[in-house]
C-alpha cells in the first residue's frame, strides 16, 4: 500500500474516532465516564503513532516524496513545517480553547460552578503548559537549524558531488526529529490534562485539521488543481 492509500485510510478513521470522541459523556460525572474518556483518548494517541509509525518508513523509502505530500491540499502544503503541523500549533490551540470556554462560562464561575474542561485549566496546568511551550520552542529551533545546515549543502547534490543517499538519509534524520516532537507535544499535553480536557483538546485539534483539508480541497477544486 502506497503511502498516500494509506494517509486516506487513516483520515476517515480519524474522523470516526473524532465522532466517538465527541459522543462521549461530558462532563465526566462518574469513574465509568471518566475510564471511557482514557479508553478513547488513547484510542486516538495509538492512531497518531502509528501515522508516525508509517510515515518514517515512507519517509526512508522516499523522503523527496514526503516532503512534498501530494496527499496533502496546496493550503495544506503552505502551512507545513517540515512535512507537517508547527508543533508549537498545538499550545496556540490550547490557549485558544481555554480562553473561549472561560468566556463563555464566566457567569457560572463567578457562581463558584465548574465544567472540568478546557475553560478550567488550573494554575499549576497553565504554568506546565507554559514550560512545555518554551521547551517546544527551543526543539523547533534547534530542528530548524540542523535544516538549513541540511540546505547549506544543497550545492553538493545539484552539482552531483559527495554522497547523495548520505545527503538524502540527512534529510530523513531531520523529519524524524521534527515527527518526533509533533507526537512528544501530543502526548505531553494529554498526560497533563483530564481525561475530559484531552477528548476535547484532541477534538479541537482534529477539527482544526479537518478544517484546513476542507478549505484546501475547495480552493483547489476552485483552480482546477483536483
Given at each position: 500500500m ?8 487513516w ?10 470522541l465527541n459522543q462521549?459523556?461530558k462532563?465526566a ?7 471511557l474518556?482514557?479508553?478513547?483518548v488513547?484510542k486516538?494517541?495509538?492512531?497518531y ?8 518508513l515512507a519517509a526512508k523509502?522516499?523522503i523527496l516524496s514526503?516532503f512534498?505530500?501530494?496527499w496533502?491540499t496546496?493550503l ?11 508543533p508549537?500549533?498545538?499550545?496556540h490551540?490550547?490557549y485558544?480553547?481555554?480562553?473561549v ?5 464566566i457567569?457560572?464561575?463567578l457562581?463558584?460552578?465548574r465544567?472540568?474542561?478546557?475553560g478550567?485549566?488550573s494554575?499549576d496546568?497553565?504554568r ?7 521547551q ?8 530548524a537549524h540542523?535544516?538549513?545546515e541540511?540546505?547549506?549543502?544543497a550545492?553538493?547534490?545539484i552539482?552531483?558531488m559527495g554522497?547523495?543517499?548520505?545527503k538524502m538519509e540527512g534529510?530523513?534524520?531531520?523529519l524524524e526529529r521534527?515527527?518526533?516532537l509533533r507526537?512528544?507535544?501530543i ?8 481525561p475530559?480536557?484531552?477528548?476535547e483538546f ?5 477539527h ?7 478549505w484546501g480541497?475547495?480552493h ?7
Amino acid at each position: 500500500m502506497s503511502f498516500q492509500s494509506f494517509y486516506e485510510t487513516w483520515f476517515e478513521q480519524l474522523k470516526g474516532m473524532v465522532h466517538q470522541l465527541n459522543q462521549a459523556p461530558k462532563p465526566a460525572t462518574n469513574d465509568q465516564n471518566h475510564e471511557l474518556h482514557q479508553q478513547l483518548v488513547q484510542k486516538v494517541m495509538s492512531h497518531y503513532s502509528e501515522y508516525y509509525r508509517v510515515k518514517s518508513l515512507a519517509a526512508k523509502n522516499d523522503i523527496l516524496s514526503v516532503f512534498y505530500a501530494p496527499w496533502c491540499t496546496s493550503l495544506e502544503r503552505s502551512l507545513h513545517w517540515i512535512a507537517g503541523w508547527r508543533p508549537t500549533t498545538a499550545f496556540h490551540l490550547i490557549y485558544t480553547e481555554s480562553s473561549v470556554l472561560f468566556e463563555s462560562h464566566i457567569i457560572d464561575i463567578l457562581r463558584g460552578l465548574r465544567y472540568g474542561d478546557l475553560g478550567d485549566l488550573s494554575p499549576d496546568q497553565l504554568r506546565r503548559v507554559s514550560e512545555l511551550q518554551c521547551q517546544a520552542v527551543l526543539e523547533e529551533n534547534a530542528i530548524a537549524h540542523e535544516l538549513s545546515e541540511w540546505q547549506d549543502g544543497a550545492s553538493e547534490v545539484i552539482g552531483l558531488m559527495g554522497d547523495i543517499d548520505a545527503k538524502m538519509e540527512g534529510l530523513v534524520s531531520v523529519l524524524e526529529r521534527a515527527d518526533k516532537l509533533r507526537m512528544k507535544t501530543i502526548e505531553n499535553l494529554v498526560q497533563l490534562l483530564s481525561p475530559q480536557q484531552a477528548v476535547e483538546f484532541l477534538i479541537a485539534a482534529a477539527h482544526l485539521q479537518f478544517g484546513i483539508r476542507r478549505w484546501g480541497i475547495n480552493h483547489d477544486r476552485q483552480r482546477g488543481n483536483l
